[in-house]
């Protein structure tokens, strides 16, 4: 019950933040020495033309009047309409979002499979050869840009060894008629995880090292707390202590770090579709800042912090899940 | 454990009791003489400090060459005597950005079987699409890793201590405000925050950089905020505070000093992720653009040529890797050696 | 008189750092009998804690037991010798580590460790962390054992105990933390509890309750105690016999009143005037000149001669061991040379002057003698 009123909070308390990100970039936006309607006409433009254009696009209102129409209409989930695509933003980000939300639940998953198990081992041997090993693949991943992991990928796997696609995502939900290469549902499935394979790995792997690292040193430091001292004089067996006594407060660290890397995997998957040609949200903002298309800058921006914020809650909810010091509120 | 830590400890303690300014930047010598005696011993972060110098060098000759060079050549003093842009590099060698005559060749490096033909010892790592060579561009672009990543930590280094101090400082509403500033800005993914600079003022490396720094701003600002707070109520500051010393003075001299540990090994490590962030921001094409060499924007160009020369696509990468490395590693041992305890 | 439950001979514990080893514990010996409190007393870095540790083989990496012989009912629980090779190693004698966590730890010998706010996990609830170690240590089913919980968390004076089964370590306060960590030893029915400082963290009153509480079980459960503490206060109070220890060695051991009344270590006889004594009023107290030197490099001959107001030019030459320095009239052991049963150059030799440079400088010179 009062994880639910905890998480209950943490909702309640996203609301001025998000608030905040429509404020930060829509000041931002409309501080560019850019007027967009010039971009869309060329340099000397028809008056009448420029007028009409303004009135569209409700550029000929004041800054304020257009901040409270643009809350208002966001809460209807309208953002405006591209000035590229003429379409409401709405419906491309809608096209956009699965994409970018599998590659990086995904990749996400990929990296704590792997991270933790990884991590607990390398503590359990500290420096031992497999520690050794474990921290300087670590150190490596956290060390290298995703991008660059994506290009060698596709290197090794899409041109030497022609064995795993090097562009774009197959939804794994995606009718076989519309998916090439398939014929069954279960052909989609296989298709889609061909495709999805590199991306993910490519945006993954510095999660991986990330949690590698947090999940090693915080265990570590639990197991040499007193409660787990204390369970080993009680004749608890190493096996146990590592699994039950150390496991559930070292996740704690972890946690935290998961919600934190999420800000980077968000900047990685931007990235990673631009090495894949994913044609997801990152892209969409990419090609959009380019095209100087600020609806759907400010749409795609608001949208990535809402995902990394609802990211953090999430997080925070299944720490409080975790220690029950937050959970019931009255922390020391 | 450690011996002289618990002597400078000891120290510490006992210059708190009686209050004087003298005795404090004891302390933080001590401290500091400590730390880089931890560093030495740590052959990690010791090659880390050593590949950071080499490419600070590198940056720094590079820069020269390229920035230094262009603006004294605007003089007739200089230019009598042939200094230009990339004056040193066309005299050793040749321009990093200047492309041959004739048809331009892609050359992989020497020793790589390649249809495309072999490279040449006159270019060891083989030529890009353009045909100028890769190793001297790869070296050209450390510059721009290396300053922008700096300055831009730099940026956020200023501005963080900045709102910290003040906002952990001051306490109140001033604190309120800043923080949920700070807290907002957080929640926006660091590269889109970034990426909506670079929309707002237009790409160019300049914005890239100050982009980068300013979303960095919140990291540092709550880091300083959250040392300054625990710091604030630390004996000696309450000691400054009745002596009347003006709260400007105090947080100089006394509440930035004793927070700048974890701060440098924060910035250590940032320095590293801007780096990386830089790189990414000229591999979409936002950030340095061509000719000046660059490591991301080689990259980026690399990605049209990976059938005929893979390895144009490997260097660039494996140069911010080793880059990145280095920091990481020196900050990770800054940081080991600041806090004994979390030594693993 | 029956053989000791516990007998701890010659016990060495190194800690292998990165600046040199550091003899922790250095040949300490000392016995537990049935139904007996035996103290263990010292300034805070002496080697206490280290010292029980290794009782139940819990010294932590880089520390190792390197010497010694530990026996508990007759079973030896280490012996390490040291080999040709100069390495030590365990003998046949040793029991295995499986053996020691399934039958000693937990069941033949508790542990109550110094920080209440830390011994409990803060993710799991108490009543659950008790009823895992009565249920691994006393083999009873869950249901059983949670019926055993409770009654220990009553036992041990927690109001509501049933309701409070259920709560988070963070739910309690300290005193209240450390009766859930004395029930927890108790409900083991272990024949050894060993207490490592379990009241210093706790305020005054709150550490009086702890006393009291732990006089009354033990009477009524019979258990022997090993309690570690730096407070002689707390020794007067609750300890039948009593070793001090200095530096990783044991300077004085005797029957507490002996040790009161008669003391025969001049560090014993510091800790004394360092504490107010309900029997004796003084001036002003005084306190122990100087730090302890660090262990990692302890003064050559007695280790207690750089803070000594005994101190003599001999004392820097001999290390005394721990001798019966009463004629055997009491079980009084004391390790200085000032003693007959000591036959050293003790009277002829001139006094040193000690103690006089304050704390810094002693830790300074302890630091650099005899490198």
Same mark, same amino acid.
């Given at each position: 019950?009062?994880?639910?009123?905890?998480?209950?909070?943490?909702?309640?308390?996203?609301?001025?933040?998000?608030?905040?990100?429509?404020?930060?970039?829509?000041?931002?936006?409309?501080?560019?020495?850019?007027?967009?309607?010039?971009?869309?006409?060329?340099?000397?433009?028809?008056?009448?033309?420029?007028?009409?254009?303004?009135?569209?696009?409700?550029?000929?209102?004041?800054?304020?009047?257009?901040?409270?129409?643009?809350?208002?209409?966001?809460?209807?989930?309208?953002?405006?309409?591209?000035?590229?695509?003429?379409?409401?933003?709405?419906?491309?980000?809608?096209?956009?979002?699965?994409?970018?939300?599998?590659?990086?639940?995904?990749? /996400?998953?990929?990296?704590?499979?792997?991270?933790?198990?990884?991590?607990?081992?390398?503590?359990?041997?500290?420096?031992?050869?497999?520690?050794?090993?474990?921290?300087?693949?670590?150190?490596?991943?956290?060390?290298?840009?995703?991008?660059?992991?994506?290009?060698? #990928?596709?290197?090794?796997?899409?041109?030497?060894?022609?064995?795993?696609?090097?562009?774009? #995502?197959?939804?794994?939900?995606?009718?076989?008629?519309?998916?090439?290469?398939?014929?069954?549902?279960?052909?989609?499935?296989?298709?889609?995880?061909?495709? #999805?394979?590199?991306?993910?790995?490519?945006?993954?792997?510095?999660?991986?090292?990330?949690?590698?690292?947090?999940?090693?040193?915080?265990? #570590?430091?639990?197991?040499?707390?007193?409660?787990?001292?204390?369970?080993?004089?009680?004749?608890?067996?190493?096996?146990?202590?590592?699994?039950?006594?150390? /496991?559930?407060?070292?996740?704690?660290?972890?946690?935290?770090?998961?919600?934190?890397?999420?800000?980077?995997?968000?900047?990685?998957?931007?990235?990673?579709?631009?090495?894949?040609?994913?044609?997801?949200?990152?892209?969409?903002?990419?090609?959009?800042?380019?095209?100087?298309?600020?609806?759907?800058?400010?749409?795609?921006?608001?949208?990535?912090?809402?995902?990394?914020?609802?990211?953090?809650?999430?997080?925070?909810?299944?720490?409080?899940?975790?220690?029950?010091?937050?959970?019931?509120?009255?922390?020391? | 454990?450690?011996?002289?830590?618990?002597?400078?400890? &000891?120290?510490?303690?006992?210059?708190?009791?009686?209050?004087?300014?003298?005795?404090?930047?004891?302390?933080?010598?001590?401290?500091?003489?400590? &730390?880089?005696?931890?560093?030495?011993?740590?052959?990690?972060?010791?090659?880390?400090?050593?590949?950071?110098?080499?490419?600070?060098?590198?940056?720094?000759?590079?820069?020269?060459?390229?920035?230094?060079?262009?603006?004294?050549?605007?003089?007739?003093?200089?230019?009598?005597? +042939?200094?230009?842009?990339?004056?040193?590099?066309?005299?050793?060698?040749?321009?990093?950005?200047?492309?041959?005559?004739? &048809?331009?060749?892609?050359?992989?490096?020497?020793?790589?079987?390649?249809?495309?033909?072999?490279?040449?010892?006159?270019?060891?790592?083989?030529?890009?699409?353009? +045909?100028?060579?890769?190793?001297?561009?790869?070296?050209?672009?450390?510059?721009?890793?290396?300053?922008?990543?700096?300055?831009?930590?730099?940026?956020?280094?200023?501005?963080?201590?900045?709102?910290?101090?003040?906002?952990?400082?001051?306490?109140?509403?001033?604190?309120?405000?800043? !923080?949920?500033?700070?807290?907002?800005?957080?929640?926006?993914?660091?590269?889109?925050?970034?990426?909506?600079?670079?929309?707002?003022?237009?790409?160019?490396?300049?914005?890239? !950089?100050?982009?980068? +720094?300013?979303?960095?701003?919140?990291?540092?600002?709550?880091?300083?905020?959250?040392?300054?707070?625990?710091?604030?109520?630390?004996?000696?500051?309450?000691?400054?505070?009745?002596?009347?010393?003006?709260?400007?003075?105090?947080?100089?001299?006394?509440?930035?000093?004793?927070?700048?540990?974890?701060?440098?090994?924060?910035?250590?490590?940032?320095?590293?992720?801007?780096?990386?962030?830089?790189?990414?921001?000229?591999?979409?094409?936002?950030?340095?653009?061509?000719?000046?060499?660059?490591?991301?924007? !080689?990259?980026?160009?690399?990605?049209?040529? !990976?059938?005929?020369?893979?390895?144009?696509?490997?260097?660039?990468?494996?140069?911010?890797?080793?880059?990145?490395?280095?920091?990481?590693?020196?900050?990770?041992?800054?940081?080991?050696?600041?806090?004994?305890?979390?030594?693993? | 008189?029956?053989?000791?439950?516990?007998?701890?001979?010659?016990?060495?514990?190194?800690?292998?750092?990165?600046?040199?080893?550091?003899?922790?514990?250095?040949?300490?010996?000392?016995?537990?009998?049935?139904?007996?409190?035996?103290?263990?007393?010292?300034?805070?870095?002496?080697?206490?804690?280290?010292?029980?540790?290794?009782?139940?083989?819990?010294?932590?990496?880089?520390?190792?037991?390197?010497?010694?012989?530990?026996?508990?009912?007759?079973?030896?629980?280490?012996?390490?010798?040291?080999?040709?090779?100069?390495?030590?190693?365990?003998?046949?004698?040793?029991?295995?580590?499986?053996?020691?966590?399934?039958?000693?730890?937990?069941?033949?010998?508790?542990?109550?460790?110094?920080?209440?706010?830390?011994?409990?996990?803060?993710?799991?609830?108490?009543?659950?962390?008790?009823?895992?170690?009565?249920?691994?240590?006393?083999?009873?089913?869950?249901?059983?054992?949670?019926?055993?919980?409770?009654?220990?968390?009553?036992?041990?004076?927690?109001?509501?105990?049933?309701?409070?089964?259920?709560?988070?370590?963070?739910?309690?306060?300290?005193?209240?933390?450390?009766?859930?960590?004395?029930?927890?030893?108790?409900?083991?029915?272990?024949?050894?509890?060993?207490?490592?400082?379990?009241?210093?963290?706790?305020?005054?009153?709150?550490?009086?309750?702890?006393?009291?509480?732990?006089?009354?079980?033990?009477?009524?459960?019979?258990?022997?105690?090993?309690?570690?503490?730096?407070?002689?206060?707390?020794?007067?109070?609750?300890?039948?016999?009593?070793?001090?220890?200095?530096?990783?060695?044991?300077?004085?051991?005797?029957?507490?009143?002996?040790?009161?009344?008669?003391?025969?270590?001049?560090?014993?006889?510091?800790?004394?005037?360092?504490?107010?004594?309900?029997?004796?009023?003084?001036?002003?107290?005084?306190?122990?000149?100087?730090?302890?030197?660090?262990?990692?490099?302890?003064?050559?001959?007695?280790?207690?001669?750089?803070?000594?107001?005994?101190?003599?030019?001999?004392?820097?030459?001999?290390?005394?061991?721990?001798?019966?320095?009463?004629?055997?009239?009491?079980?009084?052991?004391?390790?200085?040379?000032?003693?007959?049963?000591?036959?050293?150059?003790?009277?002829?030799?001139?006094?040193?002057?000690?103690?006089?440079?304050?704390?810094?400088?002693?830790?300074?010179?302890?630091?650099?003698?005899?490198?």
């Amino acid at each position: 019950m009062s994880l639910l009123r905890y998480s209950g909070r943490r909702v309640v308390q996203a609301i001025p933040v998000l608030l905040g990100v429509v404020a930060i970039t829509f000041t931002l936006i409309n501080a560019a020495p850019g007027n967009p309607v010039e971009i869309m006409l060329g340099p000397s433009p028809n008056q009448a033309a420029v007028e009409t254009l303004k009135a569209k696009y409700g550029l000929d209102q004041p800054l304020h009047v257009r901040f409270w129409k643009y809350l208002v209409n966001l809460v209807q989930l309208d953002m405006g309409r591209s000035i590229y695509y003429d379409a409401p933003v709405t419906t491309k980000i809608a096209q956009r979002l699965p994409q970018t939300i599998l590659l990086m639940v995904s990749s /996400f998953a990929f990296a704590i499979a792997t991270a933790v198990p990884l991590g607990v081992i390398s503590a359990k041997r500290r420096n031992k050869p497999t520690d050794h090993v474990t921290r300087i693949v670590s150190l490596v991943g956290v060390s290298t840009p995703s991008f660059w992991i994506g290009l060698v #990928l596709i290197l090794l796997f899409s041109y030497n060894l022609g064995v795993l696609p090097a562009t774009n #995502l197959v939804m794994p939900w995606a009718h076989p008629s519309n998916v090439t290469g398939a014929s069954t549902r279960l052909g989609v499935l296989y298709v889609a995880g061909a495709h #999805l394979l590199l991306p993910m790995l490519s945006l993954g792997t510095l999660q991986m090292a990330a949690i590698t690292r947090i999940e090693r040193s915080s265990m #570590l430091e639990v197991l040499s707390d007193d409660y787990v001292r204390l369970a080993r004089a009680y004749g608890v067996t190493e096996r146990t202590i590592l699994r039950k006594h150390a /496991f559930r407060n070292a996740q704690l660290p972890v946690i935290t770090i998961i919600g934190l890397q999420l800000t980077t995997a968000i900047g990685g998957a931007v990235l990673t579709e631009t090495v894949f040609e994913i044609n997801g949200m990152g892209r969409l903002i990419v090609s959009s800042i380019s095209r100087q298309d600020f609806p759907v800058v400010m749409g795609t921006t608001f949208v990535f912090a809402l995902v990394f914020v609802v990211g953090v809650i999430l997080t925070d909810i299944s720490y409080a899940y975790i220690d029950p010091r937050v959970s019931y509120g009255d922390q020391e | 454990m450690a011996t002289t830590h618990s002597d400078s400890e &000891t120290l510490g303690g006992e210059s708190v009791e009686d209050f004087d300014e003298s005795e404090q930047s004891v302390e933080a010598r001590v401290g500091w003489r400590y &730390t880089l005696a931890q560093v030495r011993k740590d052959p990690t972060a010791f090659a880390g400090f050593i590949i950071i110098a080499v490419a600070s060098v590198v940056a720094l000759v590079t820069t020269i060459d390229a920035v230094v060079f262009e603006y004294l050549a605007q003089y007739q003093v200089f230019a009598q005597f +042939g200094v230009e842009k990339y004056w040193l590099a066309k005299t050793i060698w040749m321009s990093p950005t200047a492309e041959p005559a004739g &048809t331009p060749t892609l050359l992989p490096p020497v020793g790589m079987e390649n249809t495309f033909g072999q490279g040449t010892w006159a270019h060891p790592l083989g030529t890009d699409d353009r +045909g100028r060579d890769i190793l001297l561009r790869l070296i050209y672009g450390t510059r721009i890793a290396i300053l922008v990543g700096v300055l831009a930590t730099a940026i956020g280094l200023v501005g963080g201590m900045v709102i910290g101090a003040v906002s952990g400082y001051y306490g109140g509403w001033t604190d309120d405000v800043l !923080m949920r500033l700070a807290e907002t800005l957080y929640a926006i993914p660091f590269l889109v925050l970034v990426l909506a600079f670079i929309a707002a003022f237009g790409r160019s490396i300049t914005f890239a !950089m100050v982009g980068v +720094g300013v979303a960095s701003i919140p990291k540092f600002a709550r880091l300083i905020r959250s040392r300054v707070v625990s710091v604030r109520e630390d004996e000696y500051v309450e000691a400054a505070k009745a002596a009347g010393v003006r709260d400007r003075n105090i947080i100089l001299r006394h509440v930035i000093p004793n927070s700048f540990a974890p701060v440098l090994v924060q910035a250590t490590l940032q320095v590293g992720t801007a780096i990386i962030i830089i790189a990414g921001l000229s591999f979409l094409g936002f950030g340095i653009q061509p000719p000046t060499p660059s490591w991301g924007q !080689m990259l980026s160009v690399s990605r049209n040529y !990976m059938i005929q020369n893979p390895w144009f696509s490997v260097w660039p990468g494996l140069c911010i890797l080793v880059t990145v490395v280095a920091f990481n590693m020196f900050g990770d041992g800054l940081r080991d050696a600041l806090d004994p305890r979390l030594n693993n | 008189m029956s053989a000791p439950l516990l007998r701890v001979d010659d016990l060495q514990v190194q800690f292998f750092t990165e600046d040199g080893v550091v003899r922790a514990v250095d040949g300490i010996s000392f016995d537990v009998r049935e139904g007996e409190l035996v103290g263990l007393v010292g300034e805070s870095g002496a080697g206490k804690s280290v010292a029980v540790s290794a009782i139940m083989r819990l010294v932590e990496s880089p520390g190792r037991i390197v010497g010694g012989h530990i026996e508990f009912k007759g079973e030896t629980l280490i012996e390490v010798e040291r080999g040709d090779d100069g390495e030590s190693y365990r003998t046949d004698a040793t029991i295995p580590d499986g053996e020691l966590r399934e039958r000693i730890r937990g069941r033949e010998i508790a542990i109550i460790f110094q920080d209440p706010m830390e011994s409990l996990n803060p993710v799991f609830t108490v009543g659950g962390q008790l009823r895992e170690f009565i249920e691994l240590n006393r083999d009873l089913s869950e249901e059983d054992a949670r019926e055993e919980a409770v009654r220990m968390l009553r036992e041990v004076g927690i109001p509501e105990a049933a309701a409070r089964y259920d709560d988070y370590p963070h739910q309690f306060s300290g005193g209240m933390r450390q009766r859930v960590l004395i029930a927890m030893a108790l409900a083991c029915e272990p024949a050894l509890i060993i207490a490592d400082e379990p009241t210093t963290a706790l305020d005054v009153t709150v550490e009086a309750q702890i006393l009291d509480l732990v006089d009354e079980l033990q009477e009524r459960y019979d258990t022997s105690f090993v309690w570690v503490t730096h407070d002689m206060g707390v020794v007067a109070e609750i300890c039948d016999r009593v070793n001090v220890m200095y530096l990783g060695e044991i300077v004085e051991q005797a029957p507490v009143d002996d040790l009161f009344y008669d003391t025969q270590h001049p560090y014993t006889e510091a800790l004394l005037d360092s504490v107010p004594r309900p029997d004796e009023t003084v001036e002003e107290l005084n306190p122990i000149k100087g730090v302890m030197p660090e262990a990692i490099n302890p003064p050559a001959g007695c280790r207690f001669h750089t803070r000594c107001p005994d101190a003599r030019e001999a004392c820097k030459t001999t290390n005394p061991d721990c001798r019966d320095v009463t004629d055997g009239v009491t079980e009084h052991r004391a390790a200085c040379i000032k003693h007959d049963a000591f036959e050293t150059t003790y009277e002829g030799s001139p006094p040193l002057e000690t103690g006089s440079g304050g704390g810094f400088d002693v830790s300074l010179s302890g630091g650099e003698t005899d490198d």
